[in-house]
């Protein structure tokens, strides 16, 4: 009798990059995720479906990453990017032979295999098309594919709902243009949560509502938060009823206050809750598993026999070296051994596979209840920072699918077999320092907000002035609300806050609004002539994204 189930909760995004620039910023993000993550990770999946494996998961790709996964400039340069490598794989070989270092010779053919191995993928097993291999493990009942918001908006800090709105809008259309379906479940951008309250306008009090008031009108039915959201959640009450999820209709607004009487939950991650009411569940990341892959103390990447990701050679760029120690100089790192770093992958998805069944059947002791551990992580850690991860994902499926009493689902499979006994009021939150929003906003990021809020009531009022716009001024006004999303994006103040890429990020969140302050001011004049015409084609040229945005999708919803 199956007492509990497991979902990995795979998040795979990566900023708008097409065009925008290439080494050290830019398109090769998108490379390298795709040649060491994307391609890899579906290799292994179509792997297990042929071996008969029974496997099941939740995969997040957001709008933006699938727009530039699907474009054809993109997948060149990508092609590209692995041929590339295979040369310089091939190029170390003759060096390390004339040099008779038979070690980095042996590790240098190990790549040459490897990148042509995920060319061949890409080329032959994918016919190029990335999205396309997702799709049909979709299709097939293997995988769910969970959306977002249309370039990942940090959704608390905006200040209209229009663009709470538009980003949630253009992330399902995107979504069903790409993937032939509507998207059942969502990742909230960086997990950020915004819940409902009162406001005021005009002499007027008004509702704003939580975000799952926004999803439930987009018919999604779950969405993930980050483990101290829900464990710190209020009680509301027990569900009435049947639930209803996206399978029927849902009040469009609604605030529930909480009742300081409402009967007792257990308020953890290893349960689903509606939140607020039913229509809309919760699942929360699950502590425990997350920190054996994230801990720096004793998380599996670290492992001494794991590829080093820091130190590549000074020639080819290729890592050629092993984690070594905790503390060791990268000066002082030694050489990697696949065979070695391959048993610690089998030892490592054994010891997670039995960490999942023992925690499931532990909570299944102690409360009767059936459980899930939903494993949330970074899609990008796998195979690109933990070289070995996609490997370790493909054995740790394949250990679950044999365990008896263990199942495996997906989000929005899992909420409608078993629906939430239990309502909670989220308070807002993220996964950022502090679980706040202080990551997006801080001193470094300040600046940046008040240009945000005034280019949503820009939008807004053209909008308003327009609300039929046809030939040129339509096109004017779909480009503005496709550079209003790209400026949008939670990427600019994170990689601001974190210094990664702080002058490219400033650049790039500059450059889109230029370019909207630029639209915005044609189409309030009114201006259709040729200049302008010419500039909206080439814009959408380089930021080729939302093909079928309509503007609209910024209407003023406040109060409604």
Not at 506 to 525: N, S, V
Not at 531 to 537: E, F, I, N
Request: charged share 25%; aromatic share 12%; net charge negative.
């Amino acid at each position: 009798m199956k007492i509990g189930a497991f979902t990995y909760v795979l998040h795979s995004h990566l900023p708008y990059c097409r065009q925008a620039g290439r080494w050290p910023h830019g398109e090769e993000w998108l490379h390298e995720a795709a040649s060491e993550t994307y391609i890899p990770l579906l290799d292994a999946l179509h792997h297990l479906k042929e071996t008969g494996c029974r496997y099941k998961l939740t995969i997040g790709i957001t709008p933006v990453l699938a727009e530039q996964l699907a474009d054809p400039l993109v997948l060149q340069h990508m092609e590209e990017f692995i041929q590339e490598k295979i040369r310089r794989a091939n190029n170390d070989i003759q060096r390390f032979q004339a040099s008779k270092e038979l070690h980095q010779e042996s590790l240098a053919r190990f790549y040459s295999d490897k990148y042509q191995h995920i060319l061949t993928c890409f080329q032959q097993r994918f016919n190029r098309d990335i999205i396309g291999g997702f799709r049909n493990l979709q299709n097939e009942g293997y995988i769910e594919i969970a959306t977002s918001a249309a370039t990942h908006g940090y959704l608390p800090l905006f200040e209209r709902d229009s663009s709470v709105y538009a980003q949630l809008k253009t992330g399902v259309e995107t979504y069903r243009r790409h993937f032939g379906r509507a998207p059942r479940s969502l990742w909230l951008p960086e997990c950020a949560y915004r819940s409902g309250f009162y406001t005021s306008a005009d002499g007027n009090t008004y509702v704003k509502p939580g975000l799952e008031a926004f999803l439930s009108d987009l018919g999604i039915s779950c969405f993930f938060a980050e483990t101290h959201t829900v464990e710190g959640g209020e009680p509301v009450g027990k569900a009435k009823g049947e639930a209803i999820g996206p399978y029927g209709n849902i009040p469009k607004r609604y605030v529930v206050p909480v009742s300081s009487h409402a009967e007792p939950t257990l308020k953890t991650t290893y349960l689903p809750y509606w939140v607020n009411q039913p229509g809309v569940a919760v699942l929360g990341r699950n502590n425990r598993t997350g920190m054996q892959v994230w801990s720096a103390d004793w998380g599996y990447p670290g492992d001494y026999n794991y590829r080093e990701f820091h130190k590549k050679d000074g020639v080819s760029g290729l890592q050629y070296w092993k984690i070594t120690g905790a503390k060791v100089d990268l000066g002082y790192k030694e050489l990697y051994d696949p065979e070695a770093a391959a048993q610690q992958v089998a030892e490592h998805s054994q010891h997670y596979a039995s960490l999942v069944a023992d925690l499931l059947r532990d909570f299944h002791r102690k409360t009767g209840k059936f459980g899930i551990i939903s494993a949330a992580y970074d899609t990008e850690l796998f195979g690109h920072w933990w070289f070995e991860g996609v490997e370790w994902i493909k054995q740790v499926l394949q250990h679950l699918s044999q365990i008896p009493d263990i199942e495996l689902t997906t989000a929005s499979e899992f909420i409608h077999q078993h629906p939430p006994e239990d309502i909670l009021a989220l308070p807002e939150g993220s996964w950022g320092v502090g679980g706040g929003h202080f990551t997006w906003l801080n001193v470094d990021t300040e600046w940046l907000w008040p240009q945000v809020h005034e280019t949503e009531r820009i939008m807004e009022s053209l909008v308003s002035k327009y609300p039929e716009a046809q030939g040129t001024l339509k096109n004017i006004l779909n480009q503005a609300a496709r550079e209003l999303l790209l400026l949008q994006s939670s990427d600019w103040p994170f990689l601001i806050t974190t210094g990664q890429a702080k002058e490219y990020a400033i650049a790039r969140f500059q450059r889109h609004l230029d370019r909207f302050y630029r639209l915005a001011e044609m189409a309030e004049r009114g201006q259709v002539d040729e200049v302008a015409r010419q500039l909206t084609d080439e814009l959408y040229e380089l930021d080729k994204v939302f093909p079928d945005l309509d503007y609209r999708v910024f209407q003023e919803r406040e109060g409604k």
